[in-house]
DNA sequence: CTGAAAGCGCTAACAC
DNA sequence: GTGTTAGCGCTTTCAG
């Protein structure tokens, strides 16, 4: 590894003057400077980021840890964030933390000393966790709120109430909603929400599972939600929802005819599985940038709370009640 | 931010000692250890990763560059390579080059002195700069072939010949190809695979494209493949076959009656699609595995080539020639 | 077993 | 403008 000693050394000057012949050119005579920098190019030098990290304390690195990374719905957070931190010149660091909470103490251990901000979607840590971590680096919140921390979060009580509406419209009285994990956070909210928007209109819905929100929870959901009788399955997300509609179709059920199902999120393949899902769509990548525009910009403080509108997109799998 | 130097005044003892109660506690007397260690606890101090690397060297960090992280087909990889990335307690940095080599160069730029090695994904960056990075770090490569470097690439020609075999066999004899990008390795291996295939067989295959190897491309593509009168498309990868399965649906085309199609992948989505699509498999996360266990295993010298094997998956969307 | 001291590669006062 | 010097927070000889 060459570094900036050998440059300093090979151009004959000091290394602070090979150092800011590199950072602030400005600063230094047109001759010194075209010499450095002619030297640090024929040396192959690159700057050592670490080094350079220690002493300002600050790495240019923002990390974004997902709950499963190969969840399709944080596709688009994932990248409207790297967009975001590309234009800021910063780089992004992903994390996995398999919606364990253990994993994600684990990454924050590693990384929150290292990044220089940090977007959490949907933890599940505790929250004096997040209070402490936030005390050490900002820290954003991507679909859970607490209370002093800055976040964005989707808008669940206005996509249930919208999925409700529609089957509602169709004529459905009897809904069941299939849950999900019953430690996430935008769980509760979305069971909450629909919960309190069945009482309003006098529509009758029961909560079954909860099931592996994954599409290997299909199955069970499906046959548990046919099993009682409703005329709508009310999925916690896509990937439920498509699991379930493959159940459907395996076991001969005629989606919309027999059951209507509604999923949430419109991930990758919402639109094209059999029949194309209706859905609730949260603008995501608009998310990602939000979050990390927060970040960058020092409100993380500020405890900024966004709420991002949603919108239902009625496709092949909901139709009039049976 | 507390540092070791407040938890060595704290505990009444030098640095060295601080440092190493908490990082080789077996050559600390059991009462000094215990009492910095309860102070470093008291304290809540943290390890400063960026100072700890500076000396080391290393920063238990690994990154994985990819062509684009919304392409499910790299999530396998991604999980792969962060589960055994995670067992042997390395932090993996993901990055997104968005398949353009000057961000693959920029990204490499910046993480090139931070991590302790890197997974390169289909890199699109020329040979050269591929084997000066090499130089600097381990590097392993995924779906593209230096010589020099270590890799594991999928086994497109096995691929392509089970691909065409599966077809000749349902009678098909004129054949078309729906590229993807002319830029990557895997697309001029597939190619040549295919065209190989054809040779042997006697087949006609015609060379379409290219289309932007993603859902968008499908219609153009679905479009020059009904016009060349092919009874069967094969598509450069299972995004664009999708696309293309939409575009037929849509133009009221019968598949497999009136034509076949195939794709490369088998990703998400790829079983749920209508028809249910005909593909190829790969085991991804596999490879995600072997190329971290080169990475770590410090093999990265050693120019080993994996080729995994893959299988087909017959589905839906291929059918008798008409 | 513990402490003092050197130094990782780089940046940033502070002089000249 | 440029060089000298002092660290950043930590690990690691090297003495004691």
Redesign the interface.
């Known amino acids: 590894?060459v570094t900036l000693q050998d440059v300093a050394r090979e151009a004959g000057v000091a290394v602070s003057t090979a150092s800011r012949a590199l950072t602030h050119p400005e600063r230094i005579s047109p001759p010194t400077r075209a010499r450095v920098q002619e030297v640090a190019r024929r040396l192959?030098y690159?700057?050592?980021?670490?080094?350079r990290?220690?002493v300002s304390g600050r790495?240019?690195?923002l990390a974004v840890l997902v709950p499963d990374?190969?969840n399709?719905h944080r596709?688009g957070l994932?990248?409207g964030a790297?967009e975001r931190a590309?234009a800021a010149d910063r780089?992004?660091?992903?994390?996995?933390t398999r919606g364990d909470p253990g994993?994600e103490a684990d990454?924050l251990?590693?990384?929150?000393?290292?990044v220089d901000g940090i977007v959490l979607a949907s933890s599940r840590l505790p929250d004096a966790d997040l209070r402490?971590l936030a005390r050490?680096r900002p820290v954003v919140l991507h679909d859970r709120e607490l209370a002093g921390l800055p976040g964005v979060v989707t808008d669940f009580d206005d996509g249930m109430r919208q999925i409700l509406g529609h089957l509602v419209g169709l004529g459905h009285r009897r809904v069941a909603y299939l849950s999900g994990s019953r430690r996430s956070w935008s769980e509760g909210r979305r069971w909450a929400a629909l919960a309190a928007e069945a009482t309003r209109t006098g529509v009758g819905v029961a909560c079954l599972g909860p099931f592996p929100p994954m599409l290997d929870g299909g199955p069970a959901a499906a046959d548990a939600g046919l099993a009682s009788g409703a005329t709508a399955l009310v999925a916690s997300n896509d990937l439920l929802a498509?699991g379930v509609?493959?159940r459907l179709e395996e076991r001969g059920v005629p989606v919309p005819q027999t059951v209507s199902v509604t999923g949430f999120d419109d991930i990758?393949?919402a639109d094209?599985?059999?029949p194309p899902l209706t859905t609730v769509t949260a603008p995501t990548e608009e998310a990602g940038r939000v979050l990390v525009d927060v970040l960058l910009g020092g409100h993380a403080q500020d405890a900024e709370r966004t709420v991002l509108p949603v919108r239902l997109r009625v496709r092949g799998s909901t139709g009039p009640a049976r």
Chains 1, 2 share one sequence.
């Open positions: 590894m192959g690159r700057p050592n980021r670490i080094a990290a220690v790495t240019q690195m990374i190969t399709p596709l994932i990248r790297e590309r780089t992004l660091v992903l994390g996995d994993l990454h251990d590693r990384l929150g000393s290292v402490e050490r498509i509609l493959r990758f393949g094209f599985c059999h």
